[in-house]
């Protein structure tokens, strides 16, 4: 049974951070080009990163470059979004995609709310 399990979400003030896991059950990320999406209250879902399956190297949208970080650990399928200096518009709540497209298979999580506000 494919599962894909986010943890790690809250409510913070603004310049706190957070930290969100992402575990892949029934599949192997390490296997799947992993991302983070979010989706803020009456906004469209919107890409935030997304790493590559051949080096491991991440991309950012330009609004949270150099304030988030995702990383993987194979050993522990699991994903991770490090999250510093939030702002009030990082508000939303953030999925875990998994997405291997030779296979076809795309995976979604239930989501996991973060709030930023004072």
């Known amino acids: 049974q494919v599962q894909i399990i986010e943890s790690g979400g809250g409510l913070v003030q603004p310049g706190d951070s957070l930290k969100l896991s992402c575990v892949g059950y029934g599949f192997r990320p390490k296997n799947f080009t992993m991302a983070w999406y979010r989706q803020a209250p009456g906004k469209e879902r919107e890409l ?3 790493m590559r399956l ?11 470059a150099g304030r988030f970080t995702m990383s993987r650990d194979n050993g522990k399928n699991t994903v991770y979004l490090q999250m510093n ?5 990082d508000t939303a709540v953030y999925y875990c995609n998994a997405e291997n497209t030779r296979l076809g298979h795309v995976y979604w999580g ?3 709310q973060v ?3 004072s």
């Open 54 to 64: 051949a080096d491991n190297s991440a991309n950012y949208t330009d609004s949270v």
């Open 115 to 117: 709030a930023v506000h």
């Open 110 to 112: 239930q989501g996991t």
């Open 48 to 50: 935030v990163a997304r």
């Open 85 to 89: 200096s939030l702002k009030p518009e």
